[in-house]
Structure formats: structure tokens, C-alpha cells
């Protein structure tokens, strides 16, 4: 199982550093994706990260304030946030990649229990 931490309650404008560990042992060699899910709304990609070439996948919304990252040698996912925006709350999620195109949640198979983040105007 995969634990998200960092959300916490932020301004607009502001930034935010996401986690991804794995509950026991290490993160799975296998590309690592982030979600979230609004209130009210389905579950959206944020962003992937590969395993080896560490290529990242960003959604439109994100592309040019968020970045997506690992660290392979203590085996942690990152999701740096910048520029937070209201509409950016949600609950985020950080998942493994079992097959699939990396922007669908059906191509995760092990999911954490996300993390939440606020943004207040």
C-alpha cells in the first residue's frame, strides 16, 4: 500500500510538497502517477513519473506549476506544487502503474489513501 502526506491548508499563490512511500518495504520499481479528486468530482491525472527514464506526463492543468519527480535511491515520489490555485483542492492520491496509458486511473493497481489539500482565496 502507498501513503501520501504533505497536504495541509495553503493560500493562493502558495506551494506545497506531496510524498508517496510505500507502507512497508519500497516503492516498486514501476512508474509512479498522481491524482486527485474534488469534491463533487471524478477522479483526474495530475501527473507520472517512469521508473528508469524518469519521463513525466502532466495534465494541462498542471503542466506549467506542478512537477513531478522521484527519488530512487530512498524510494520516494514527489509532487512539487506551485502556484496553487482554489480549484487545485482536492484530495491527491499517488499510485503504481500495473499497464496502461499513464492518464487512466484504471492503468493503477495499488492505490494510497490520498492526502488533502486546501487552497483558500
Known amino acids: 500500500r502507498l501513503v501520501e502526506s504533505g497536504g495541509r491548508t495553503v493560500h493562493t499563490g502558495d506551494s506545497l510538497r506531496l510524498s508517496c512511500t510505500a507502507s512497508?518495504?519500497?516503492?516498486?520499481?514501476?512508474?509512479i502517477g498522481w491524482f486527485r479528486q474534488a469534491p463533487g468530482k471524478e477522479r483526474e491525472f495530475v501527473a507520472a513519473i517512469t521508473w528508469v527514464t524518469l519521463q513525466t506526463y502532466y495534465a494541462d492543468t498542471v503542466n506549467d506549476r506542478f512537477t513531478v519527480s522521484r527519488d530512487t535511491v530512498n524510494n520516494i515520489g514527489y509532487l512539487q506544487m506551485r502556484a496553487l490555485k482554489p480549484e487545485d483542492t482536492a484530495v491527491y492520491y499517488c499510485?503504481?502503474?500495473?499497464?496502461?496509458?499513464?492518464?487512466?486511473?484504471?492503468?493503477?493497481?495499488?492505490w494510497g489513501q490520498g492526502t488533502q489539500v486546501t487552497v483558500s482565496s
Open positions: 499510485a503504481v502503474h500495473s499497464g496502461g496509458h499513464p492518464s487512466r486511473s484504471g492503468s493503477y493497481g495499488t
Open positions: 512497508e518495504g519500497t516503492l516498486p520499481d514501476k512508474p
